[in-house]
């Protein structure tokens, strides 16, 4: 900046945003060097902005930000919205959030993919599964198409809070659809069973990626191996631990 200064290169919006975006202590000496020189923030301004504050669990600041930027006539994107949601989820604060993700349709902006799938597993971390259930119907029936990161977190939200049951219906509808084939999908489930002492069915889907083509990893069996060995299943581990050295993991 001092050498652009020097050369006679004067700082536009691009340079000011690419000092913000990585010098956040700075951000109100450069906000108002901004004002004084005639160049006024943006919407990627203000964004970066609430990022770094959010980073920093100033969420309250953040809001602030946001409110003062509508009051400069620049009016938040969705990214900003994410981002400030992301926030508040952060320090479980689910009840600004949600006021936050219903506001979006008001400002005429559509919650995008990261908007559902930031609030569903904000939700789910506080427990709030009824909720996050309504929020995946409007998914189904208005919003983007649920994609992989929304159905791990709620097989991890139904696991989490021993819903079994509720976990595996969602998983043989996926299953059945073949949504999903890779390993981070049935690790999620192998996952949940194990921490619910299911060893059995954890098995069972162990062999069922076999027979989908999709062969368990390392990470898969350390799985069902550390959940074996949480609940004393010393001979259970053994075995397994023989069938990936079998494997050559």
């Not at 990627?44 to 609430?50: A, E, K, L, N, Q």
Request: charged residues 30%; contains cysteine; glycine residues 8%.
């Amino acid at each position: 900046m001092s050498e652009m200064k020097r050369k006679g290169i004067p700082p536009d919006i691009v340079t000011y945003n690419s000092l913000i975006d990585g010098r956040w202590k700075k951000v109100r000496i450069l906000l108002s060097d901004m004002v004084n020189l005639n160049i006024f923030p943006n919407v990627r301004t203000f964004t970066m902005v609430i990022k770094g504050l959010c980073e920093e669990g100033k969420v309250k600041y953040a809001k602030e930000v946001m409110e003062d930027m509508v009051e400069k006539g620049v009016e938040p994107n969705i990214f900003s919205y994410n981002i400030l949601i992301y926030g508040y989820c952060k320090k479980k604060k689910l009840a600004q959030a949600m006021r936050l993700f219903c506001e979006i349709s008001q400002k005429g902006l559509r919650p995008d993919i990261v908007t559902y799938n930031t609030i569903l597993q904000g939700l789910f971390e506080v427990g709030r599964t009824s909720e996050a259930k309504r929020i995946y119907a409007e998914m189904l029936s208005v919003g983007p198409r649920p994609d992989l990161c929304t159905h791990s977190t709620f097989l991890d939200g139904y696991f989490k809070y021993g819903l079994v049951e509720e976990a595996m219906s969602l998983f043989d509808e996926l299953e059945r659809k073949r949504e999903y084939t890779d390993i981070a999908f049935f690790g999620v489930v192998i996952n949940g069973l194990c921490k619910n002492g299911l060893f059995d069915e954890a098995k069972g889907i162990l062999r069922k990626m076999e027979d989908n083509g999709c062969p368990p990893d390392s990470v898969t069996y350390n799985v069902i191996v550390q959940g074996f060995l949480r609940c004393d299943k010393i001979s259970e581990m053994t075995s397994f631990m023989k069938e990936m050295d079998g494997r050559g993991f």
